[in-house]
């Protein structure tokens, strides 16, 4: 039996309608696709029922780690393995291939996979996504919050994917924007609340409230070479940039009322 057949798809969906049908498109060969819902208003679940191997599970929302777990745990998933995907995330025949020859190891727990990025519909030069745990072990997996998502923890070694998933979110941008202040602000709370030594080097500079949305910008535009994407990826550089603004903004925010708390408290004690 191959690794295909032994792996279960998970895709957790929200209003999906812009995304959701490339995503399934690309699985009609795998035997087991469970998308959990959130309660979408949208065409989402008729858009699912399309499909024969897939099949809609619905569980209101409270976090991400919750929901992903709800769905390793509660959602009847058959697989030895699990392809974790979310919504807009479009796995190409050549990766699909690759997993399919895998023969892993009893101490091969997981495998991350890096990321193309799709701007309405045209891949761009370079990215800022990180690589992600997508495929492992569903008895050795969990989910825990990690800022506005979640990060699976694996017990065992993680391989590397040579193949790369196409992230191709084409939801409108009041949709993207909504979102963001949302994640901004679960991003704040969580930079603000950790000791520095317990942060990476990239969130340290965030937790400072201004250095992040510039470096961000220049090593965006320039670095990843995405002066040279165009429109698309102009669009890429101001959105990554305006999602570090608005962490910007909720840190040095938060610090402000907090300090202009404290003031108060001091002077009602006096």
Request: hydrophobic share 45%; net charge neutral; aromatic share 8%.
């Amino acid at each position: 039996m191959s690794l295909l057949d032994r792996i279960s798809v998970l895709i957790l969906t929200f209003n999906e309608e812009p995304n959701i049908a490339r995503t399934l498109d690309a699985l009609t060969g795998l035997r087991e696709v469970v998308v959990l819902d959130s309660g979408s208003t949208d065409a989402t679940a008729a858009i699912v029922a399309r499909y024969p191997n897939a099949r809609l599970v619905v569980r209101p929302f409270d976090e991400h780690a919750r929901q992903w777990n709800f769905g390793l745990q509660d959602c009847g998933l058959s697989g030895e393995w699990v392809l974790a995907l979310d919504a807009d995330y479009v796995v190409g025949p050549d990766i699909l291939a690759e997993i399919d020859a895998l023969t892993p190891s009893e101490s091969m727990a997981g495998y991350a996979a890096g990321f193309r990025y799709v701007m309405l519909g045209r891949p761009l030069r370079g990215a800022l996504y990180p690589p992600v745990t997508v495929l492992y072990r569903r008895e050795r997996a969990r989910y825990v919050q990690d800022g506005h998502t979640q990060r699976v923890v694996v017990d065992g070694q993680v391989g590397r994917l040579d193949g790369r998933i196409d992230h191709d979110d084409r939801k409108p941008l009041k949709r993207w924007l909504a979102s963001q202040q949302r994640y901004a602000e679960l991003e704040a709370r969580q930079l603000l609340a950790a000791r520095p030594d317990e942060l990476s080097r990239i969130d340290r500079i965030r937790r400072l409230g201004w250095l992040a949305p510039v470096l961000v910008f220049f090593y965006a535009l320039f670095a990843k070479g995405l002066i040279l994407g165009g429109w698309h990826g102009w669009l890429y550089v101001l959105q990554r940039t305006a999602a570090e603004v608005m962490i910007a903004l909720e840190i040095v925010d938060r610090r402000l009322r907090s300090a202009g708390g404290q003031s108060a408290s001091e002077q009602a004690s006096q």
